[in-house]
């Protein structure tokens, strides 16, 4: 188990760095000074955001509405000013909690696996579907899976448990679901709700989930985020402010995550599917 967690921490390290000195590379060549310096709001909004990202609500979504609300950024240069900024704080979000909590290795590194190639092999296929329409079958499906976990959570049925890991027809289940979820990424459908909800719903603790989602983004975000450096596709002040208050805010939120009971995770996984739902149902109202 050592061993596994030592060779994650390591391989996001070495991404981190990599990540970090090709942002500043580029930067350094193209952009004068003061273009790079970055803003307090920005700053602030990256804490506030990767905050909550840390508690599984995810930061993408309040940052863009921010975004949009004070015309910070121009539309076509979010997307990518989101995966620029944020990476780096999704990676400190990985490694505090791999570190510090304990899942069971096989669980841990094929479920990251999973999102990973279903990011890289199912992106395309996905990406054809009808958004609204998976929209919808998602929010339909987090709605019906927070139901159960509240009548788990209210001891009417059940459910739930202190597990690390998964093993048999369990784990097979949670890997081939991972692999959708990180596919479904590529039309803007968050993993972290989604894995929440799985490993609670299949005996695991909620804590056990952290590691397992940030850890899959943390994979996936710094390749994304290279490319939109690569191509000036982002603002770089506000990434630069994002990241600058994200990690703090991630230092910061990981503590409380870490000393809530198992029984407030339980509710405050809850919380985060009910909004994600919220979320994904009122995308798909605004394309109707």
Not at 33 to 59: E, H, K, N, Q, Y
Not at 111 to 128: D, E, F, K, Q, T
Not at 218 to 235: K, N, V
Request: proline share 6%; glycine share 10%.
């Amino acid at each position: 188990m050592i061993t596994s967690t030592r060779v994650l921490l390591v391989a996001l390290v070495l991404i981190a760095g990599w990540y970090a000195w090709t942002w500043f590379a580029i930067e350094r060549r193209r952009s004068p000074p003061g273009a790079r310096s970055a803003r307090g709001a920005d700053v602030a909004l990256g804490f506030a955001t990767d905050f909550f990202d840390t508690l599984g609500i995810g930061g993408f979504a309040p940052t863009t509405a921010i975004f949009k609300l004070f015309r910070r950024v121009p539309d076509e240069l979010i997307p990518g000013t989101l995966n620029v900024g944020h990476a780096l704080p999704t990676l400190t979000e990985a490694l505090i909690f791999i570190a510090a909590v304990t899942v069971d290795p096989l669980t841990l590194i094929s479920m990251i696996a999973a999102s990973v190639l279903g990011a890289w092999l199912g992106a395309g296929l996905v990406s054809r579907l009808p958004r609204r329409a998976v929209q919808l079958g998602m929010s339909t499906a987090l709605a019906a899976a927070a139901v159960l976990l509240l009548m788990t959570n209210l001891g009417w049925m059940p459910g739930g448990g202190e597990a690390a890991g998964l093993g048999g027809a369990r784990l097979a289940f949670a890997v081939a679901v991972n692999f959708a979820l990180g596919a479904l990424m590529s039309l803007g459908i968050g993993l972290y709700a989604p894995c929440l909800i799985l490993v609670c719903l299949l005996g695991m603790s909620p804590l056990a989930a952290f590691p397992i989602m940030m850890g899959s983004c943390a994979f996936l975000m710094p390749i994304g985020g290279a490319r939109f450096i690569r191509t000036a596709s982002y603002s770089p002040r506000a990434a630069l402010g994002l990241t600058l208050g994200g990690i703090p805010g991630v230092l910061v939120a990981a503590y409380v995550v870490r000393s809530l009971p198992v029984t407030w995770l339980r509710w405050l996984v809850l919380v985060v599917v009910l909004y994600a739902a919220f979320l994904m149902l009122e995308s798909a109202r605004r394309r109707l």
